[in-house]
């Protein structure tokens, strides 16, 4: 009988490219990977258990080390979880102050997972620019919130701190210099013929592959997935005149372009807030009650779940979470790197996707 499978080669849990453990199992017929299998389990916290049982005020602070990448969105998502059980209404000046916030952090987390492809395909020169320039993005969430990564920005009701003026101005000032920048990063991406040669064509997935697998995020619009962006139905981003950002191309390249192109949709969504910040409180007051919710967000990577039951001291009873890269790397492995040319399609193929596997693991 012929053998169809010539060697079994492993690509992690530990490997240069990576940016947290995860192991890849990779059967190949010579240059060509016939299939590939996900093995995870390196980094299991916990957390949701570490949750049940503790007031809200705590799991506040849990809530954003689920992830170091995209923390300020579970801060998010898990207040508007707890604003839903209570009905607590949000001032519109922090609402503003909000998405300002969040869409810094999502522009950390884009500039981020493109250092991370540019990396694995051995552009370095590009990877670094965007590692510096992502420096002045987490530099101005620092001047908001007092931090640049666990912020515990966001409270029910409101936000802990304004945006003064004298910040406002030069956070509008870094925005214009990153946007100038990005531009030239852009350009570099987009008409370098060996970035070229790595990335069109490489890892395609189609729009039915898309939504047969339950992808989200940046990787279901690259694949043309319409109406997938969770923003499309918050109430602030639908006052701000938020639109979806898609491509159809399906592969490496697109997947990296829709967080490109959502990095400059970030910037001027921070810019119309700040020009229209409506005058008044930052906080509304509230008490959080006993009940229970589902509530959903878009992260960087796609939608982010929380389901919360709470008791009237406003303890979390019981809590899960559902977090997006789960539904993006299965379809990695078994859409995008399927009949892949080379072990090294299957690096950049995965880095792609931008998988966390602290959400996946929390």
């Known amino acids: 009988m012929k053998k169809t499978v010539d060697v079994s080669i492993p690509l992690g849990p530990m490997h240069p490219c990576w940016k947290e453990p995860v192991r890849l199992k990779c059967e190949t017929a010579g240059e060509r990977v016939l299939k590939t299998e996900l093995e995870l389990g390196y980094m299991k916290k916990g957390i949701e258990r570490i949750m049940r049982g503790r007031p809200w005020q705590e799991v506040m602070f849990l809530a954003e080390r689920v992830c170091g ?27 503003y102050l909000r998405v300002v916030v ?30 510096n320039i992502r420096e002045t993005v987490l530099d101005n969430l620092e001047r908001i919130t007092g931090s640049r990564i666990n912020t515990a920005y966001m409270i029910p009701g409101g936000v802990r701190f304004d945006l003064l003026p004298e910040d406002a101005a030069a956070l509008l000032a870094d925005l214009a210099k990153v946007e100038e920048e990005m531009k030239r990063y852009v350009r570099i991406f987009e008409t370098g013929p060996l970035i070229a040669l790595r990335s069109k064509g490489i890892g395609y997935m189609s729009r039915e592959e898309a939504i047969r697998a339950h992808t989200v995020g940046p990787t279901a619009r690259a694949s043309g997935v319409e109406d997938s962006d969770l923003r499309l139905r918050h109430p602030t981003y639908r006052e701000l005149g938020f639109t979806q950002i898609t491509r159809t191309e399906g592969d490496n390249f697109a997947r990296v372009m829709v967080r490109f192109q959502e990095v400059f949709q970030s910037i001027d969504l921070i810019r119309k807030c700040v020009e229209t910040l409506p ?17 959903a967000g878009e992260a960087p990577r796609g939608e982010l779940t929380y389901t919360i039951k709470t008791d009237e001291y406003g303890r979390v009873v019981d809590i899960a979470i559902r977090t997006p890269s789960i539904m993006n790397i299965e379809a990695c492995a078994h859409s995008m790197i399927v009949d892949a040319a080379s072990i090294a399609d299957v690096t950049s193929t995965f880095i792609s996707s931008d998988p966390c596997i602290a959400c996946n693991e929390r």
């Open 279 to 295: 005058e008044g409180p930052i906080r509304g007051g509230g008490l959080c009650k006993a009940g229970e919710a589902s509530y």
């Open 102 to 131: 969040n869409e810094l952090d999502r522009m950390a987390s884009h500039i981020l997972a493109n250092f991370s492809y540019c990396y694995t395909i051995e552009h370095e020169t590009l990877a670094m620019y965007l590692l």
């Open 69 to 95: 990448i995209c923390s300020v969105v579970h801060n998010m998502v898990f207040i508007e979880t707890m604003e839903e059980i209570s009905d607590i209404p949000v001032p519109p000046r922090a609402a």
